[in-house]
């Protein structure tokens, strides 16, 4: 299973990874502690196809994607 990390220091909530995404692997959501600062939030993990399109239209690069099948 693929392993999506979003760093959200360096996440800026523009969405541009939730809009190029195919299998909709991410979502933008209101931090708890932060209402009205959204984020990436990999929330279909498991529908990811690592075709890595997330990674490179991060303007931020907050994005990693891993493939934990080696693991």
Known sequence: MPIVVVDWNRCSGKGTC???????????????????????????MEECSLCMKCVPICAERAITVKNDSAI
């Not at 909709?24 to 209402?35: D, K, N, R, Y």
């Open 18 to 44: 939730v809009e190029i995404c195919p299998v909709s692997v991410f979502e933008l959501q209101e931090l708890i502690h932060h209402p009205e600062t959204l984020k990436a939030v990999p929330v279909k």
